[in-house]
Each structure stands twice: as C-alpha cells, then as structure tokens.
C-alpha cells in the first residue's frame, strides 16, 4: 500500500476489525448508491471517505432549491444540475483515489441489471415503494445484499437484506404491521413529506456503517431486524423480522411469479 494511502485511512487501519488487509479490501469493492437524494448524500460520502473502491451513483434527477436542506452532497451552484453530476464532483473532491461512476438514468425494471454488473452490495437511496420492490427483486437475483433506509419528518427505519440468510423487504412490506402503512405501502402519499435533513443523516450514517460492515464481512449485520428511531423523543425500537412463506420476493414457491 503506497505510503499517502496509508496515511489517509491510517484512523481506520489502527482498527483491528479493519487493517491493512480491511483496508485492501475496501479498495476491491464496488457498491451501488441507488438514488443520491438526502439518504444516499451522505451513505456515499462515508464510503467515498473510508476508501470503497467504486461507487456507481444512480439517479435521474435534477438539483433543486429545496433539496438543499438535506441533500448535502450539492450546493446552490449546483441548482438544475444532473444530480449524479454534482455527486460525483463533490466525492472525488472528497476521495480522487477512487472511481466514482455517475448514471444519470431512472432505477426500473429496466435499468437495474446493467447497474448490478461487478457490484459487492447496494446502499437504498431511494424513497419510494415501487423503486425499493425492483431493488430487492435484483438484489434476490443477482445474490446482493442491500441497506435499505427510510425517513420521513423526524423518523427513520432501518434494515440490511442479505439474500440466502435474512427476510427480504418483500417478506415484510406484505405484512403491514411492523412497518406503518402509510409509510411504505404502494400506491399511496404519505400525508407529509416534510423532512428534517439531519433524519436522512442519521439514518444514512448506519446505512453506512452496514454497508462498510458487510463489505468487511466484521460485526453483526442488521439482518432479521428492523430498527425505527424518532428523532423528536430519541426513541430508538428495534423489530425481530420473520420470514414470509409466501412471500412472492423470496419464497421457494414464488420463483417463477412475475416481478
Ligand atoms: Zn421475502
């Protein structure tokens, strides 16, 4: 390892967890950010800054003044700009030793798999139903794990899906109950989409710290687990999550429904 190298991430080297050989690892890593809104602004940034060796940022949107107030990878110069634009300049400001590939294209049904190529795991950055159900069913085939994240107001929702060893999202978004309805169910506006960006952040800082985890293969995943935290009382409760039998994701039966 070159001697800059080791002094940029010479904080986390001195982490037995991680090391040298942690450290080399990261660097062989590729993970996608799906979607660089308030939850993938920050996701990406610590995965720029702790050294993953690829990220591949997708989203189809523009810059807008009021995405400024959590979206924290872009600025006011930034404002009618390709957001992946504006992401991947400010991450290679942050870290030019790795790559950082901007996509500037819808996540759907037909986009996903091309996305998927060569990729390690996937950080959710989107924020809506329809979006998260193609990411878990290309997560299912491809054999990705993926973090998905969800806030709303002052509240978030966690949890890390690992194909082969965990529930998938599926599994629990059929059952209403422990995730609100209203909330995550399809076809349906939450009554207030109002947002306080330090939300996103702390739910994307776990994100993060998932991802790094699993990237590592160190600590305990957040599989089987939901944890939903309210910023205004610090309420912090975490769910057991069951596997559905008949769950149409990932269930033996439901291998060859539609997606
Ligand atoms: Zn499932």
């Known amino acids: 390892m070159p001697p800059k190298t080791r002094e940029r991430y010479t904080r986390q080297i ?5 090391g040298l050989s942690g450290q080399e690892k990261l660097a062989g890593k590729r993970v996608l950010i799906a ?4 939850l993938g602004s920050l996701s990406s940034m610590y995965l720029a800054a702790a050294g993953v060796g690829h990220l591949i940022i997708a989203d189809h949107d523009q810059v807008e003044l009021s995405n400024l107030n959590r979206q924290i990878l872009h600025s006011e110069a930034n404002l009618g700009d390709p957001k992946v634009t504006s992401a991947s300049q400010r991450l290679g400001q942050l870290n030019s030793t790795i790559q950082i590939t901007p996509v500037q ?6 986009s996903i ?8 795991l996937i950080v959710d950055g989107c924020d809506n139903y329809p979006t998260r159900r193609i990411i878990n069913r290309a997560a299912l085939r491809h054999n990705l794990p993926w973090i998905f994240g969800g806030v709303r107001g002052f509240d978030g929702m966690i949890s890390s899906f690992v194909p082969g060893s965990s529930v998938c999202f599926e599994c629990i978004i059929q059952n209403p109950d422990p995730l609100e309805p ?5 076809g349906t506006s939450p009554p207030n989409n109002g947002i ?5 952040g702390m739910i994307a800082s776990i994100q993060a ?3 790094l985890k699993l990237l590592l293969t160190i600590g305990s995943p957040l599989t089987n687990r939901l944890i939903r935290i309210s910023g205004l009382t610090m309420r912090i ?5 069951t596997p559905n039998l008949e769950c149409k994701g990932c269930a033996p039966s439901s291998k060859d429904k539609d997606i």
């Open 14 to 18: 001195k982490l037995p967890q991680i």
């Open 35 to 38: 979607g660089i809104g308030g």
């Open 105 to 110: 294209v819808r996540i759907d049904h037909g």
């Open 113 to 120: 798999d091309g996305l998927l190529e060569g990729v390690d």
């Open 182 to 186: 209203e909330a995550i169910k399809p």
């Open 196 to 200: 306080l960006g330090a939300t996103a």
């Open 209 to 211: 710290m998932e991802a």
């Open 237 to 241: 409760t975490t769910t057991t999550l």
